[in-house]
C-alpha cells in the first residue's frame, strides 16, 4: 500500500507558475513510476505526465510538453510538477498516482492521492 498527498495547489494568474508537490508513504516510493493526472469540471480525468522510478524517464501529455516538469525525490518520498506559463484550461484538479509502468492509462495506476485544486485565472 501507497499513500499519497498532493499539495501546492492554488489560485494563479494566467502566464504564472506553480509546483506541486506528492508526499508519498508506505511502500518503498522508489519501486513505483510516478504519475500526474488532472481533472477539470465536466470532463475525464486526463494524463498529464509521468516519471521513472530512477527519474531517467519522463513522458508527458503534448498539451503541457514545454511548460511542466515532473521531478522525485527518492531519499525523501517526494514527487513534484513544476507548471509554468499556465493558462485557464489547465485550471484542473491535480491527481498524483503509483504505478509500475511507464504508463499514461489511468487503470495502470494503482495508487492515487486526493488531489488538489489549481485554477488559472485570465
Known amino acids: 500500500q501507497v499513500s499519497l498527498v498532493e499539495s501546492g495547489g492554488g489560485l494563479v494568474q494566467a502566464g504564472g507558475s506553480l509546483r506541486l508537490s506528492c508526499a508519498a508513504s508506505?511502500?518503498?516510493?522508489?519501486?513505483?513510476?510516478m504519475g500526474w493526472f488532472r481533472q477539470a469540471p465536466g470532463k475525464e480525468r486526463e494524463f498529464v505526465g509521468v516519471i521513472s522510478w530512477n527519474s531517467e524517464a519522463t513522458r508527458y501529455a503534448n498539451s503541457v510538453k514545454g511548460r511542466f516538469t515532473i521531478s522525485r525525490e527518492n531519499a525523501k518520498n517526494m514527487l513534484y510538477l513544476q507548471m509554468n506559463s499556465l493558462k485557464p484550461e489547465d485550471t484542473a484538479i491535480y491527481y498524483c498516482a503509483a504505478t509500475i509502468y511507464m504508463a499514461t492509462a489511468i487503470d495502470k495506476y494503482n495508487y492515487w492521492g486526493q488531489g488538489t485544486q489549481v485554477t488559472v485565472s485570465s
Open positions: 508506505g511502500r518503498a516510493f522508489n519501486n513505483y513510476n
